[in-house]
Structure formats: structure tokens, C-alpha cells
């Protein structure tokens, strides 16, 4: 890995702390158990600058995961394979932000989803994502690196 | 059954067709069937209503059997300080109609005071605007409220968990909650959600049947209108010339699928109205979703930067492994 994927794993790392933070200040709570009242974190209780920072932080994930994508995919199997974890976190975390994508697009104006389709998107986005970031998190504990050596 | 169809027989099924449509009442069923897709509106003429409260009793009827039972004692909320319980099913707060609650999903709004040196008296009816964009309905995170395409935004007491969220972005604060209610319940009672939101669904059972809002059909001074949007605000625009009249909810919250009329002008109404919980006002509003929506260009655009990223990272890795070859040759 070079100095420029080291800096960007960083990078990725935080964006995936804000992202899911953020993900989870999309439903009232927050507020409810004091989160907003500890310093610097006033924003998390307004939806609106909460849902702003989910898509910022989103779309920076989405496009560095992108880079990893491509990079992946035209490197040579010799030199990049990813864990049987990695395959899995690469699968949800695909999942998550394709699912995510759509819940965004779904908010334009005239877009209308049928009820369903709303509620399965929702939890799709969610189920994905809490699936993504508790794994993430099994891994970090673990070790469990994304590629193998 | 004959492959044919005689002259007098066609004309018979037509008369008997005309008369059934003429006897359900002056076409008001093909009403909201002839949008051709396009989201139902209603129009208002607010110098029309004369505060009888006709719509509000005949919104509690025909919407009655949705309203919210109930069991009692609530589960104890956590934290108690932050989660309040509202309870309106006591049949004192049940009967309450001077505001919205989550069995009251309509109220008249009575307003009194002076416009260009002349007095007025208005009676506005209050209720969901049905936003075009809504974003109660955007940010639910639970996909409980849904906008329909027929432009009826709807919170379905099923999947709703009452934690408000609904409420706090909505520029009208509209939705109200009942404790002791929904799916909450039987999940984590005490520490997540609180009941269900509850608020006017454009009677959207009766729509779906071809039939009108009871609010609407019940009135008897015909205060509203309901059509296609366009043809509403087509409406709207002439009344409102007709009269040196004012518009609210063309452009409210990026439009929404009611639209007010009056004499006089919405920011002197505004002042003379009380406003509070269940007391919407009628401010200007911005769209609430366009912050947000604005930024969906960077999700746009992130895939497009991702891949040039990986392309720029594939060229500067062909060069670097070129310098190295070539001083490799020098070597």
C-alpha cells in the first residue's frame, strides 16, 4: 500500500465514524439521550444539518471506496486479495451506500417510492449499514485485516 | 352474450350510466380519478368559510375509526425528564377541536383585525398542507410517513415509532403525538419511541375510491376545491385577481397541495391568529428540502472523482515503475 492509500485509509476510517454517527442522528435520539448537549455537538439534534453532514461525509466515503473499487479490480489478484472479512465488509458497505444513494434520489422533488419500497429501502439502508459498521468494528478489534499480505 | 351491441341498447346503458354518476353527486367522484396522474389539490377560499365547523365533525366521523386506543397505565420513558407522554385519549382532551391532536386532525383558525382601514373577520380551516416535497415524509427514518402519487402525505400507525422527527421538520409543526400507542411497544417500550403520530391523510381511503375528502364534501358553503394541481393553481391565480387576493402555499415549503385564498394578505393574518402546539402559523416558509437536496450533486458526483482518483493513482504508478525501469537501465 502506498502513502497515498495509507493517508486515504485515514481518511476512510473517519468518514466512516461521521457517516455512521450521523446515520444513527437520523433517528430522535440525540436529543433524547443528552448527545447534543455535550460541547460542540449542539448540530447533532437539528435533522436538517444532521442529514447535510450525512450526505458530505457519505459521498467522500462513497468516492474513496470507488478508488479502492477500481484500484481492486485492475490490479493484478497476485499483488490485492481481499479476506474473506474484507470480501464481507466490501459487500455491505456496497450495499449501504447503493441503498443510501437511492434514499437521497428518493427525496427530489416528484420522486415518489410506493410504501414497500420505502420501508424496505429504509431498512435495507439501515440493516446494511449496522451490519457494515458492527463488523467494521468486530475487525478492528480482531485485526482482521481487509487484503491478504 | 351477443358480439354486438344494438343503437337503442347503447344509448340505454348510456342513460343508465349518466344517471348513476348524476345521482353519487355533480361528478364529484370523477374528481379525484381524473388527475391523470398528476398530485390531487385542494383550494381553499378562506372569504368563503363562515366557521360552522361542519368539516371538522365530519372529518371526526368518517376518520374515527383510525384514531389511536390506547391501553393504560404508559410504560415509564427513559430519560423521563426528555421523553414527555401525551395523552389525549381522556374524552375531555378527545373533544377538543380549537387545535390539532391526534383526534383532530382539522380546526378553524378564527381571525379578526384591520386591513387597509377596513375590519375584517376570516375563519381559516387548518390542517396537513400536503407538502409537494415533503420532508416529514423525506426524513422519517422508519419509512412511516410516504407521500402517495396521488400527492397525499401519510404516516402509517404501523411502522411509526412517535419520536417526532416528523413534527420538528415540519415548517407547521403538524403531526401530534399519542403515548401508548404503535410498534414501539413491542419493541424497547421505555427507551425507544413513544407512540404514533397522527394527522389529516386526506382521507386518502375515500380518494382511493374515487370519492372526496369528507371535510370538502360536507361543506356547505363549498370553501374547497379539489383537482389536479395545476388546474388548482390555475384556479387560485384567477380567484386571487378577482378579488386583489393573496396566495399561500404556492411556493411554501417548495409548494404544497393545499392552497389558501384570502382578502387579505397572509402576513396580517399571520399576526392576528394564535399560534402555538396545534396552532400552526402562516409565515413564509422556505423549502425545507432544498439544503439538503443540493447536495445530492456530490453523490453524483463521487463515483465520477473515485474513478478519475484510481486512474490519475494507475498513471502515476505507470510512470513511477517507468522511472524505475529506466534507472535500472542506467544502473
Not at chain 1, 484500484?71 to 450495499?95: C, K, P
Not at chain 2, 387597509?116 to 409537494?132: D, Q, S, W
Not at chain 2, 399576526?271 to 447536495?295: C, E, F, W, Y
Request: glycine share 8%; with cysteine; net charge positive.
Amino acid at each position: 500500500m502506498g502513502r497515498l492509500e495509507k493517508i486515504l485509509w485515514r481518511i476512510y476510517a473517519g468518514l466512516v465514524i461521521l457517516t455512521a454517527f450521523t446515520g444513527f442522528g437520523n433517528m430522535p435520539l440525540y436529543k433524547r439521550y443528552y448527545v447534543s448537549n455535550l460541547p460542540g455537538l449542539s448540530w447533532t439534534s437539528d435533522f436538517l444539518i444532521n442529514v447535510r453532514v450525512h450526505y458530505i461525509a457519505g459521498s467522500f466515503l462513497l468516492a474513496i471506496g470507488i478508488y479502492f473499487l477500481v484500484l481492486y479490480l485492475f490490479s493484478s489478484r497476485s499483488h490485492l486479495q481481499l479476506t474473506v472479512t474484507g470480501r464481507l465488509r466490501a459487500l455491505f458497505l456496497a450495499l449501504s451506500l447503493f441503498s443510501g444513494m437511492i434514499m437521497a434520489f428518493k427525496n427530489l422533488p416528484s420522486v415518489t417510492f410506493s410504501f414497500g419500497w420505502l420501508v424496505g429501502m429504509n431498512f435495507l439502508h439501515m440493516g446494511t449499514a449496522m451490519v457494515f459498521v458492527f463488523l467494521s468494528l468486530g475487525c478492528f478489534i480482531a485485526r482482521a485485516r481487509w487484503a491478504k499480505d | 352474450m351477443p358480439d354486438t351491441i344494438s343503437r337503442r341498447a347503447f344509448l340505454k346503458a348510456g342513460l343508465v350510466t349518466l344517471g348513476a354518476v348524476a345521482a353519487t353527486g355533480p361528478g364529484l367522484t370523477t374528481i379525484t380519478r381524473a388527475s391523470n396522474g398528476e398530485p390531487l389539490c385542494t383550494l381553499l377560499d378562506i372569504s368563503r368559510c363562515i366557521g360552522c365547523e361542519e368539516c371538522v365533525y365530519a372529518c371526526r366521523d368518517v376518520n374515527g375509526h383510525k384514531f389511536p386506543e390506547p391501553g393504560h397505565p404508559f410504560p415509564a420513558m427513559h430519560p423521563t425528564k426528555r421523553v414527555k407522554i401525551a395523552d389525549w385519549s381522556s374524552p375531555e382532551k378527545r373533544a377538543v377541536t380549537d387545535r390539532l391532536t391526534p383526534y383532530n386532525w382539522l380546526f378553524i383558525q378564527y381571525t379578526a383585525g384591520e386591513y387597509n382601514g377596513k375590519a375584517f373577520e376570516l375563519n381559516i380551516p387548518r390542517r396537513c398542507m400536503h407538502c409537494t416535497n415533503a420532508p416529514c415524509s423525506n426524513l422519517c427514518p422508519f419509512g412511516a410517513a410516504y407521500h402517495q402519487s396521488n400527492g397525499i402525505v401519510r404516516i402509517h400507525p404501523d411502522i411509526c415509532m412517535g419520536g417526532a422527527k416528523c413534527k420538528m421538520v415540519c415548517p407547521w409543526l403538524i403531526p401530534e403525538r399519542q403515548s401508548g400507542v404503535g410498534l414501539h411497544l413491542s419493541l424497547m417500550p421505555q427507551y425507544a419511541g413513544n407512540g404514533v403520530m397522527y394527522k389529516c391523510d386526506r382521507c386518502y381511503d375515500r380518494v382511493a375510491k374515487g370519492e372526496i375528502p369528507a371535510c370538502i364534501e360536507v361543506c356547505p358553503e363549498n370553501v374547497q376545491q379539489i383537482g389536479p394541481r395545476s388546474q388548482m393553481i390555475e384556479k387560485a391565480r384567477k380567484l386571487a385577481d378577482e378579488t386583489n387576493g393573496f396566495i399561500y402555499g404556492l411556493d411554501e415549503n417548495g409548494g404544497t397541495n393545499t392552497l389558501y385564498v384570502s382578502p387579505v394578505p397572509f402576513h396580517v393574518l399571520n399576526q392576528s391568529i394564535a399560534t402555538g402546539p396545534g396552532n400552526p402559523h402562516l409565515k413564509p416558509v422556505d423549502d425545507t428540502m432544498a439544503g439538503p437536496n443540493r447536495l445530492i450533486a456530490a453523490l453524483a458526483i463521487a463515483p465520477v472523482a473515485g474513478i478519475l482518483g484510481a486512474t490519475a493513482r494507475f498513471k502515476n504508478l505507470a510512470v513511477q515503475a517507468d522511472k524505475v525501469e529506466s534507472s535500472r537501465e542506467d544502473s
